[in-house]
C-alpha cells in the first residue's frame, strides 16, 4: 500500500507541473524483460539509478544501485539523434546538446511531451550560469529529431522514463545525468588532445573517474570556472588520482606512438549507427542525403536534418597549434565511423 501511495503521489505531482493529460504512457510499465534483467543483476524497480550519455558514440547508459550500494549498468540505449558538434551548449540557438553534470527530479519528467514523452536535463546548471551560457527545455525524449536535444526513439524513452518513475516511487529525489563528448579513454583524449574544449572535458574526466572508481553518484560543486567532484573517503580519493595517472601515462605513451590529434567536425550532430543503416540500409543516395521512408518515419518518427548524417563526421588532422593541417581529408565516411565507435 505505501508502495501504491508513492505512486500515486509521484503522477500527481506531475500532473501538478506539466499540466493534465488524457493519456496514460507515462504509466507504462517497465518491460518484462527489463525486469527480468535487473532481477539477475541483483537490482529491484525501486533503487536508485544514475544515467550517462556519450555523444560520439550516441550511446546513453541506465545504472542502478544494488543493494551493496554500488552503481551497476543496467542497460544501454542508442542515441536516435543529437545534434550540433562535441562540446558545450553555450547559447540558445547553438542547436548544441549540453555536456556536464546535471540533476533530474520528478518535476522535471515531462508526460505530456510533443516527442512522446521526456525529461528536462536542466540546463542551465550552476556551472552553466557561472559561464554565462543560455539556453532552455534541453531534453531527452523520444522521436529522432533533434535541436539541442537528445532523441531516444519512443520505445527507449518508454523505458527509460518508467524505469526513472520507479526510482522516484521508491524514493529517489533526483537522479544524476552525466553528458560527455565522447567515452573518456586515453584514445579519446589523444586524439583530441588540442581540441578548444580539451580543457573542459578534462575537468568532466574527474567526474567520469570519480564515478568509475567508486561506482557512487559523484557528489559535484562548481568553483572557479570548473566542476569539483568529492570522492568521498581519502582512500577513494587516492583510487581516482590513481586511475588519473594511469589515463594520463597511457595517454602520453599514444601520443609518442603518434597518434595524431584530430578534431571531428559534424554537419548537424549524429547518431548510433544502428539507426543510420536502418533508416537507409546503410547506402546514401546519390547526392549524399539519406532517405527516410514512410516505414521508417512509423517506427522512428521524425528524423531531423537526415542529409546532414548521410556522410559522417570530417576528421580534420591538426597541426601542432591545434590549426588544420595542409592536406588533411576533407571527410570521413560513414563506414569509416565503426573504428570510433
Not at 504512457?25 to 529491484?44: C, E, F, G, N, Y
Not at 570519480?210 to 569539483?228: D, I, K, L, M, N
Not at 597549434?321 to 565516411?333: D, E, F, H, L, V
Request: hydrophobic share 35%; proline share 5%.
Amino acid at each position: 500500500m505505501k508502495r501504491i501511495a508513492l505512486v500515486v503521489g509521484l503522477v500527481l505531482a506531475l500532473a501538478a507541473c506539466q499540466g493534465d493529460t488524457r493519456s496514460t504512457r507515462h504509466l507504462v510499465p517497465i518491460p518484462q524483460s527489463t525486469v527480468a534483467l535487473m532481477d539477475s543483476k541483483s537490482m529491484s524497480k525501486n533503487d536508485p539509478i544514475l544515467i550517462r550519455a556519450f555523444k560520439k558514440e550516441s550511446e546513453m547508459e541506465v545504472w542502478k544501485r544494488g543493494s551493496n550500494g554500488k552503481y551497476a549498468l543496467l542497460k544501454t540505449y542508442p542515441i536516435c539523434r543529437w545534434s550540433g558538434q562535441l562540446g558545450p551548449k553555450i547559447q540558445t540557438g547553438d542547436r548544441q546538446a549540453p555536456e556536464g553534470f546535471y540533476t533530474i527530479s520528478p518535476g522535471q519528467m515531462n508526460p505530456n511531451s510533443n516527442y512522446h514523452l521526456s525529461f528536462d536535463t536542466g540546463f542551465p546548471n550552476a556551472y552553466d550560469q557561472q559561464m554565462g551560457r543560455t539556453g532552455s527545455l534541453l531534453m531527452v525524449h523520444g522521436s529522432c529529431s533533434s535541436a539541442g536535444c537528445f532523441a531516444m526513439t519512443d520505445e527507449s524513452i518508454a523505458e527509460i522514463y518508467a524505469i526513472a518513475r520507479e526510482a522516484f516511487a521508491g524514493g529517489q529525489r533526483g537522479f544524476q545525468f552525466q553528458s560527455y563528448p565522447f567515452r573518456m579513454t586515453a584514445e579519446n583524449l589523444a586524439k583530441h588532445r588540442l581540441d578548444p574544449n580539451i580543457a573542459f572535458w578534462r575537468n568532466l574526466k574527474e567526474g567520469n573517474d570519480t564515478f568509475e572508481v567508486t561506482r557512487e553518484e559523484p557528489q559535484v560543486g562548481v568553483g572557479s570556472g570548473r566542476y569539483v567532484f568529492d570522492a568521498g573517503d581519502p582512500s577513494a580519493a587516492a583510487a581516482v588520482a590513481q586511475k588519473q595517472q594511469r589515463d594520463e601515462q597511457q595517454v602520453a605513451a599514444l601520443v609518442a606512438q603518434g597518434v595524431q590529434p584530430v578534431r571531428l567536425v559534424y554537419a548537424d550532430g549524429g547518431q548510433n549507427r544502428v539507426f543510420r543503416e536502418t533508416l537507409s540500409g546503410g547506402v546514401a543516395g546519390e547526392d549524399g542525403s539519406l532517405a527516410v521512408d514512410a516505414s521508417a518515419r512509423n517506427r522512428f518518427g521524425d528524423v531531423s536534418r537526415p542529409e546532414a548524417l548521410a556522410a559522417g563526421p570530417r576528421e580534420i588532422l591538426l597541426n601542432a597549434n591545434g590549426s588544420p593541417r595542409q592536406g588533411s581529408p576533407a571527410s570521413t565516411s560513414y563506414a569509416s565511423q565503426r573504428a570510433y565507435q
